[in-house]
């Protein structure tokens, strides 16, 4: 649906029918996962509703500091880095994952200061997160030429490819591309670089490796809202699958491995149990203090991004820091 009387309008590629075939990958997904030796749920699965909302509780935590450094570094820098995207001619600003977009706001008002000729793409698969953002920008900044786009990010970068030719630049913020693995990785971003032409851009954000205990607190806060987040993938299976998990008798557990930076995430059957999952009809044996793996979040050394770079045809052209050297928003250019 798109109307000629706002700058800011939406397409929503995911398909009529999508509740039903979401909802049959969501139960697949559940099935493959739970079946395997060492258990596993995809942390794709954390963010409906009330799972988005605890996030959002999330990076207010004093422990989170991500969002914290990457609005500082977005902040001190804003300037340099709108120069950088801009540049001479009219470019598309694509934000994959874009959600409420309170980093990206800077830059586009530093843009649109500047008198820069650029359409703003944000991308997400929350629908009612983009209405809300694209109402934001008809009252914030009505000037500001806006196309949301509600859909999966390949599906998105696909239909721009068709409908949006002229340069890019790209924005995967937030350190979420953490959630792969390192090979994984470096495909999505061999499959980005598909999407772009050289001298295109990319600006990757990335949590990078400290002290090992400032990252583990950061998924392990005391308040216990990472555990409630996590726990919620359960009680999200329960609610649309019909399964019957005793979240209770589970618990969150969090671990920190320094020698590839990998943040992990798992929940943990306190008994030996069994759960249906109601739609499938499946049964599941949970042995006493047997774990599910539910997140990766990987932390990253300047080295291994470049590393990353170079195996997707990506040149590492400015690398901004937050002032403790926390977390990096790295500026890729496509060769
Ligand atoms: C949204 C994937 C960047 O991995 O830090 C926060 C999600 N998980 N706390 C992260 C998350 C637990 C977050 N990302």
């Not at 050289?198 to 308040?223: E, N």
């Amino acid at each position: 649906m798109s109307t000629t009387l706002h700058q800011a309008t939406i397409i929503n590629l995911i398909q009529q029918n999508s509740t039903i075939d979401s909802n049959t990958l969501f139960a697949e997904d559940v099935k493959t996962g739970l079946s395997k030796k060492q258990k596993t749920l995809s942390s794709r699965y954390f963010y409906d509703g009330q799972g988005s909302r605890l996030f959002q509780q999330i990076m207010e935590l004093p422990e989170y500091y991500l969002t914290r450094c990457e609005y500082e570094i977005f902040t001190e820098n804003k300037a340099v880095i709108s120069q950088q995207f801009a540049q001479k001619e009219f470019f598309h600003l694509i934000d994959l994952g874009a959600g409420d977009a309170l980093k990206s706001k800077i830059l586009i008002k530093e843009l649109a200061q500047q008198k820069s000729a650029f359409e703003y793409i944000p991308v997400d698969i929350s629908g009612d997160a983009m209405q809300t953002l694209v109402a934001s920008f008809r009252t914030e900044m009505p000037a500001i030429q806006v196309q949301a786009v509600v859909g999966e990010y390949f599906e998105a970068l696909a239909w721009l490819h068709e409908n949006k030719p002229g340069r890019k630049v790209i924005m995967f913020l937030g350190s979420n591309i953490g959630n792969f693995t390192l090979t994984e990785s470096i495909s999505f971003l061999q499959r980005v670089r598909y999407y772009l032409q050289p001298g295109d851009s990319l600006f990757l954000g990335v949590d990078l490796r400290k002290d090992p205990p400032t990252i583990l607190q950061a998924y392990d806060d005391a308040a216990g809202t990472t555990a409630e987040f996590n726990l919620n993938l359960l009680h999200r299976i329960n609610r649309e699958l019909g399964g019957n998990f005793q979240v209770e008798q589970f618990k969150h557990y969090a671990i920190y491995n320094p020698l590839n930076g990998a943040m992990q995430s798992f929940l943990i059957s306190q008994k030996d149990q069994d759960v249906t999952i109601g739609t499938t009809g499946e049964l599941f044996h949970f042995s006493a203090w047997e774990a599910i793996h539910t997140e990766n979040s990987h932390k990253y050394s300047l080295d291994g991004v470049a590393h990353m770079a170079d195996q997707s045809n990506f040149k590492v052209e400015t690398v901004y820091l937050d002032e403790k050297s926390y977390f990096a928003d790295i500026l890729l250019k496509a060769n």
